[in-house]
C-alpha cells in the first residue's frame, strides 16, 4: 500500500524550511506540520501573537496566521518533532566553510550532518528523510550511511532530495505555483515509494506533470546547476554592460534585443551591480569545488569565471563612483539607496552593497545608508564583518544608517542606488535635488530611476550598462 504522511517535521525554520512548510500546511489541512529549530529567539518569533515573523516574505504572514495553531507548529523541541513524524525535511543552514579542507568554496555540513545523527538517535519508527538544503552532489549519500549506522532495529530510513527553487521576495507564490518540484529517490523499489509518499504531499497543490522524480544524485546537481545558470546569465549580461558603457549601446536594449529569442527567453537579463544572496555564489562554488575534486579543472574554471566577473562588476561600479565625482570621493558624502542583496527581502546575505560601501570607506568618504526592510543591526552587523580589523566604532565613525531616502540624501554628493526597491523611482527627485550638494550625482546600479527626468532636474545621471548622461 502507498505510504501515507500524516505528520511532518522540518527541521530548520530558516528562509527554506519556514515559508516551504507552513505553505505546506496550509495546502494540505490534513498533515500536521511541525518546524523545529535549536535557535529559540526564532522560534519564539514564528510564534509571536502579532505575527511579527523572522523573515520578511510577501503573502508569508497570511498563510502563518490560516495555518498556525491548526496543524502548523513551531517548537525547539527538535526530538519530539523527529520522533513524532513519518517524514522530515533537512531543511538546516549549509554556508560556505571559513576554515579547513576546502574554506572558501566547499559547503560546511557540519549542520546537516548534525541533524542527522540526532535523527538517527532519537527515532524509534521507520522515517522518510528528506534533503531540502541545497548540498552538494552526493550529500543524501553520506546522510543514509549515517542514518543506517545508527538506526535502532525496525527502523528504516528512505532517503530523498527534494531541493527548493523558491526565490526571496516571491517565496510564497513560487511554493504556490511552482515551475516544478523535483525530487530524487534511489530507484529500488523503497526509494520509488518514498518518492510516491512526497510526491503525494505536493499532489494537494501542485499538478501531477510539475512534479518530475529523478535519480538521487541527478536531483542534487540539478540544484546546483540552475542556480549556476540562472548566475551565468546575470555575469553574462553584466559582462556585456560593461561594452555598452564603453561603446554608448545601451544595455537595455541589447537585452531586450536578445532576450526575444525563444531560445533565450527575455527573464534574468537584467544588468546590475552585481548578483548577491545566499545561493548563487555558494553554489557556484560548491560546483567549482566539486569539478575539481573530480579532476576536471576546466570545468571548474568555467564556473569560477561566473564569480569572478560578478565580482569584477562590483568594483567595476565602485571605481565608476570614484572616477566620475573627480577622481577622488574622500570627506565626500555618498548616499547608498538599499541594502538588501534585492527588492522585497530584509535579507542582505552577499549583497552587492555590502562591497560598493566597503569599497566607498577605504577610500574615505562618508556613506549614508537608507533600506526599507532591513534592520539596522544586521547592517552594522555587515559591515563590521566584511571589516573584520575595523573597530565598529570607527566604522560608526563613517556611516550612518537614515530612516529614510531623503534624509540619507542629504547634503551628499552622490546617490548610488544598489537594490531596486520599488520606493526609490517615487523619490521626490527635486527635492532631493535641492538638498545635495553640486553638482549632484545619481549612479543607478539597478537600471530603475527614469534617467531622462532625472537629467532634466539637474542630476548628472550614470546608469548601469549606459555611457554617463551629462545634464542639459
Ligand atoms: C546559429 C544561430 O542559431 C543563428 O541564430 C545564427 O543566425 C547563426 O548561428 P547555426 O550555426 O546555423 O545558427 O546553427 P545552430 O542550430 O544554432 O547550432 C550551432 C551549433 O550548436 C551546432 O553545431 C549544434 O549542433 C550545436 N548545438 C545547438 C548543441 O550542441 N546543443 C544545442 O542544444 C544546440
Ligand atoms: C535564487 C534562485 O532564483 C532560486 O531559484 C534559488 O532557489 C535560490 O537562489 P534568490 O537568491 O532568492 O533566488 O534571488 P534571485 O531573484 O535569483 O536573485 C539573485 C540575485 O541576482 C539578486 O541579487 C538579484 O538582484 C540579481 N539579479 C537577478 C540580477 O542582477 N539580474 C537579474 O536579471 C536577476
Ligand atoms: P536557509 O536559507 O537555508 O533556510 P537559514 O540560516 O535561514 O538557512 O536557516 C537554517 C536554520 O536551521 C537556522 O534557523 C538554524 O538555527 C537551524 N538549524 C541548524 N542546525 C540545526 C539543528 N541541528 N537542529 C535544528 N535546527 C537547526
Known sequence: ???????????????????????????????????????????????????????????????????????????????????????????????????????????????????????????NSSKIVVEKSTVPCRTAESMRTILEANS???????????????????????????????IGSLQTQEGLDACAALAGVYGNWVPKDRILTVGLWSSELSKLAANAMLAQRISSINALSAICEATGANIDEVAHAVGYDSRIGPKFLKASVGFGGSCFQKDILNLVYLSESLHLPEVANYWRQVVDMNEYQKRRFSKRVVDTLFNTITGKRIAVLGFAFKADTGDTRESAAITLIKDFQSERAFVNIYDPQVPHDQIWADLAEASPLTPIDTIKKQVTICSSAMEACKNAEAVVIATEWKEFNE??????????????????GRLLVDEKKLTKIGFTVNTIGRPAQERV
Open 1 to 123: 500500500a502507498p505510504i501515507k504522511v500524516t505528520k511532518i517535521c522540518c527541521i530548520g525554520a530558516g528562509y527554506v524550511g519556514g515559508p516551504t512548510c507552513a505553505v505546506i500546511a496550509l495546502k494540505c489541512p490534513h498533515i500536521k506540520v511541525t518546524i523545529v529549530d535549536l535557535n529559540q529567539a526564532r522560534v519564539d518569533a514564528w510564534n509571536s501573537p502579532d505575527f511579527q515573523l523572522p523573515i520578511y516574505e510577501p503573502g508569508l504572514d497570511e498563510v502563518v496566521r490560516a495555518a498556525r495553531g491548526r496543524n502548523l507548529f513551531f517548537s525547539t523541541d527538535v526530538d519530539k518533532g523527529i520522533e513524532e513524524a513519518d517524514l522530515i525535511f533537512v531543511s538546516v543552514n549549509t554556508p560556505t566553510k571559513k576554515s579547513g579542507v576546502g574554506a572558501g568554496f566547499a559547503a560546511d555540513l557540519n549542520y546537516v550532518e548534525l541533524a542527522t545523527r540526532r535523527i538517527a538517535t532519537v527515532a
Open 427 to 444: 523619490i521626490n527627485w527635486e527635492e532631493v535635488y535641492a538638498h545635495m550638494n553640486k553638482p549632484a550625482f545619481v549612479f543607478d
Open 152 to 182: 535502532k532495529p525496525n527502523c528504516r530510513f528512505d532517503i530523498l532530495s527534494n531541493p527548493e527553487f523558491l526565490a526571496e521576495g516571491t517565496a510564497i507564490a513560487d511554493l504556490f505555483k511552482p515551475d516544478r518540484v523535483l
